[in-house]
């Protein structure tokens, strides 16, 4: 179906265009962009007043977890929590059983998405063999399967050498290493370290702390080609939440200071931070309850990632904000995404500054565990569009 947007505020980082403009996209892509455009007969019009048109937002950091935990997750249920998240594409993390360390099982979760996804799904693959941290992977074979990025997420490469080792090897791959750092402060600085000794791009996953923010900024002034993303909940909580809650609040990296809250948010807004990612990990229901200690780490993220954006920067430029969820991300896993202009495929993200609940029990995801639970956003998705085909429409959102 071809679609005539119509009347919202286009902002696209990729353009510098911030302005009123009707947005018409056709046979999957973006076929015009003006002012008062006339409508085509059989075309469909969103009307769009009062809310902001944007490239379709990117999460690049999901747990999927396809293959191998469907009582966690689905392809199916994931991806609908991504559309009505407002995400048109999501970079899932190799921590599945088997582990995406394998351009096999790669093909088959591109394959299996094909049949099963409501957006687009971009596989990160594994560092090491099954994630253990001893052998390298073939990355120029995961590359050719699909693989954006590497990552042993969940699981820092303990040893330095296969670290090394693993960053020479992946050189020649455009795709960059995504870094869990656990324990942050002493894995952010040794990786950063092996990034600008092998010369690898380096993406730091969830970043934490204030003190893992300076020591990016230092290596950036010494010319490592290094990016970062913060969390929604990192964005938000502190310590304190866990002390309260146990299990349900537990995650990693945990929840820290209010000085490293304030720091994560000083980060976004003076472009320190890249990327906002949701780490989106869900559980079920027996895994984040009882015993912190042997609980689930994580949080079900993509169905309230936007607003909690929002939330915790009030004051972010919608440029810088678009920029965070979608320029950016594009830019950091090469993908074709994260502009909207003339001939870029039709992923788009319309969104609006409106009030909402949070309900997890209304959620897509089967993971309903998220701190968020019960507060009141200021941001919410209206519609989500995947390649021309309007995916998700907000209840409220009439055309
Ligand atoms: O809290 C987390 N949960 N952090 C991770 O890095 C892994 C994730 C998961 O897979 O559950």
Redesign the pocket.
Known sequence: MDILITGGRLVDPAASLDALRDLRLRAGRVAEIGEHLTPATGEAIVDARGAVVAPGFIDMHV?LRAPGFPEKETIATGTEAAVRGGFTTIAC?P?TKPALDDPRVLLTLVSDAQRWARCRIVPIGAITRGRAGAQPCDYAALSAAGAVAFSD??DTVADEGVLREAAHLAAAVSAPFIA?CEPEDAIVARDLRVASETKKAWHI??VSTALSLDLLRAARERGTHVTCEVTPHHLTFTKALFDARGAEA????PLREPADVEALRRGVRDGTVDALAS?H???TPAEKTGDPAVA????SGLEVAVGAYAAALPDLPAMRFVELLTTNPARILGLEAGSLAVGARADVTIFGDRQWTVDPAAFASKGKCTPFAGRVLPRKVLATIVGGALVYRAQDFTP
């Not at 689930?296 to 949080?299: R, T, V």
Request: aromatic share 4%; hydrophobic share 30%.
């Open positions: 747990h993390m921590n997420d969940g869990h996953a969830h537990k995650v990693h990296p780490d990990a869900p559980h689930a780490p994580g949080f």
